[in-house]
Structures are given as structure tokens and as C-alpha cells.
């Protein structure tokens, strides 16, 4: 534990370019004068079993924007957060009945803005105490979690592509066993992989 708190702390301690959805697609032009809206997203990491594993929604099909896709817990900061990071913390809640109380908040990455006009800003936060998993059956479909050595092993990404409104986009994809982590996850992921290299 005191290796990987060491790791972190270094990872989150150093100011960097934020990164987008488009990092992929530099022929994109963003408007200067877009507005984006603040959100939070919990890269909570949990080390209640051994080793630690990083854990991750898969939002309900049945949802207007992204559904069935692989998310961290978090979303935009509402009136009553005082910060994105307690918008991250009350969606945790909300999302999969992790108690505020218990992330170790340990700082954030770069923010990262995305397609949909929001800029988000991923909080890192340590789990050491077991919870009841308690998925919000209208928003979340489950709950799992992945090792953060696979995670952070920069050769288990890939860059992908898809047609999105005509035009061929690429982005990050990290699949896991079941699971296809792809878009503004994966990059948020891949972000933190760079951060712990040695």
C-alpha cells in the first residue's frame, strides 16, 4: 500500500495538459467561445481485496445518452456540490452506494473534455473498507471493477474508430475481458496509465 499511495500521490502531484474526446482527431475544429459544463467523476480504487482494482459502471440500456456504455460513478456538478469532486462523491452514492465518507480522496487528473460539452475532472480517490453495492437500477446496469496493474499497462490500449455524425472518429479502447471501456473512460484511463509509468 505504501508503494502505490507513493505512486499516486506522484502521478496526481504534476499539472499537465488536460486531454479531450478529439486527441485522436486533430482535423476537428472546437469553437473558442464554447461553453462546457463542470462535472466529476470518481476513479475510485479499491484495495479491500489485495490488489488494487479500479471499479467501473456499465450505464443501463435503457438511458438516453451513452447507454450500455462503461463509465466511471460521477456527472455534472450540480448547485448544491460545492465542487466537482463532491459531485463525484454524491453521484458515487447515488450511482452504486459507495458512502461519501469512504474514498481517500487523493487529488485528480487533467481535466478532459468531451464530445457531449462537458469538462470533466477525474478524482482519485482509495477504498480500504468493504461496501454494499447497491446499483441505481434506472441509471446503472452493474457494477464491476479491473485490476489497476492492467489498467495502467499502456500496451493493453488500443486506438479504434467509428462513424460519428458521417465522419470516422478514433479513440481509446481498453477491452476487458466482457467488457468494451472505450471513448472518454478509456482516455481518462489511459491519461492515468502515462502518469504512473516509472
Known amino acids: 500500500m505504501p508503494d502505490l499511495l507513493t ?30 459544463r463542470p462535472a466529476g467523476v ?8 489485495g490488489d488494487p482494482r479500479v471499479i467501473l459502471t456499465k450505464r443501463s440500456s435503457a438511458l438516453k445518452h451513452h447507454p450500455g ?3 466511471f460513478a460521477g456527472g455534472k456538478q450540480d ?10 462523491l454524491r453521484e458515487a452514492w447515488e450511482e452504486i452506494g459507495l458512502p ?14 468531451t464530445v457531449t ?10 477504498i480500504d473498507q468493504k461496501f454494499d453495492i447497491k446499483a441505481e437500477a434506472g441509471e446503472v446496469a452493474e457494477v464491476f471493477s479491473v ?14 474508430s467509428r462513424r460519428w455524425r458521417g465522419v470516422r472518429r478514433h479513440y481509446f479502447a481498453v477491452p ?23
Open 69 to 71: 456504455q462503461i463509465a
Open 42 to 49: 470518481l476513479v475510485a480504487i479499491s484495495t479491500v481485496d
Open 117 to 126: 460539452g462537458f469538462v470533466v475532472t477525474p478524482v482519485v480517490g482509495l
Open 147 to 160: 485490476p489497476l496493474a492492467y489498467l495502467c499497462d499502456p500496451t493493453n490500449y488500443q486506438i479504434q
Open 100 to 113: 461519501r465518507h469512504f474514498p481517500r480522496i487523493l487529488g485528480h487528473l487533467p481535466q478532459h473534455e
Open 7 to 36: 505512486r499516486l500521490t506522484g502521478a496526481l502531484g504534476v499539472d499537465g495538459p488536460g486531454s479531450t474526446d478529439f486527441d485522436l482527431n486533430p482535423d476537428v475544429a472546437l469553437p473558442a467561445d464554447r461553453k462546457l
Open 79 to 88: 448547485e448544491g456540490d460545492a465542487s466537482v469532486a463532491d459531485a463525484a
Open 176 to 198: 476487458y475481458g466482457p467488457y468494451y471501456i472505450w471513448g472518454a473512460t478509456a482516455r481518462m484511463l489511459r491519461g492515468l496509465a502515462e502518469r504512473m509509468q516509472p
